[in-house]
């Protein structure tokens, strides 16, 4: 008898999620992608003028457009993570319920068939030995399916946090870095200078926040781990489980005089 398992169902499903996952959930912002070069000084010999009026409130606008969006965002690709989780749980339970049926059909077969006391034990045996074993393979696959589930949401929860990090201490820098280059022109000095001490703060914090993102993004890492480790323990529930059913064949075989 072949007993299909629901093994491969639950890989598409996760495949897809982490997919999903990797190439949405996880993906920066391209609206952030520039974010830090919005404090790029302007070459204009008015620097001073321009400081307090206009440069100011230009970063400040594009700073707060850029976070807008990419919260948005994040609201966006958490619902539609959680409608892809929901549908491919309804959907492997389902896959579910018609392989509990179907087994069901092929018990009352195989009964049907028995014509010795010996033989019907033989089926109750059978039907048992392989209702355990898919019990056991279910609640392995479901156990991996939950740490993946449950590491993967850590593992976002800890980029998100790296993330507004990142953006907090770049933020703090431009604020930083207005406020001197402020200072400076209003402490009579040389507009070039204070320009050029504006400029050199602006890449440093530039700089800061592309390794702080390089940083948050190694959470790919921790996601390919958490795939091979459910990878791995989701093989190990089938092959435990083709196991199983071998030995429950060959008894009933042994039973038929098969």
């Known amino acids: 008898m ?13 495949n897809k999620i982490i997919s999903s996952i ?16 919005e404090g790029t000084p302007p070459t204009a010999v ?21 976070e807008a969006k990419l919260k948005d965002r994040r609201v966006e690709r958490e619902a539609k993570l959680e409608e ?55 609640s392995a696959v479901d156990a991996a399916n939950s740490a993946f589930k449950s590491g993967l949401d850590t593992a976002i929860a800890n980029r998100k946090t790296a993330v507004d990090a990142a953006i907090a201490t770049l933020k703090s820098s431009l604020d930083a870095a207005m406020a001197k280059a402020k200072s400076d022109c209003s402490s009579g000095v040389a507009p070039a200078t204070a320009r050029e001490a504006y400029r050199t703060a602006v890449e440093n914090a530039r700089k800061k926040f592309q390794d702080d993102m390089k940083a948050a993004e190694k959470v790919r890492d921790t996601v390919k781990t958490l795939q091979d480790t459910r990878r791995a323990a989701v ?4 092959d435990d489980f083709k196991t199983a059913v071998e030995k429950a064949r060959t008894d009933l075989q042994a039973a038929f005089g098969k």
Do not use: W
């Open 235 to 238: 093989k190990k529930a089938v």
């Open 84 to 138: 892809r989780r929901d549908e491919r749980k309804d959907r492997l339970e389902d896959f579910r319920e018609r392989r509990d049926e179907r087994r069901d059909v092929h018990y009352a077969k195989l009964m049907e068939r028995a014509t010795t006391t010996a033989q019907k034990a033989a089926v109750t045996a059978f039907q048992q030995a392989i209702e355990s074993a898919v019990s056991v393979r279910k």
């Open 22 to 37: 990797v190439g949405a959930v996880l993906a920066i912002s391209p609206a952030f992608s520039v974010l830090a070069q």
């Open 46 to 66: 008015n620097f001073c003028t321009r400081i307090s009026r206009e440069i100011d409130q230009r970063i400040g606008q594009h700073i707060s457009e850029r």
């Open 2 to 14: 072949t007993l299909p398992s629901s093994v491969n169902l639950v890989n598409s499903a996760m």
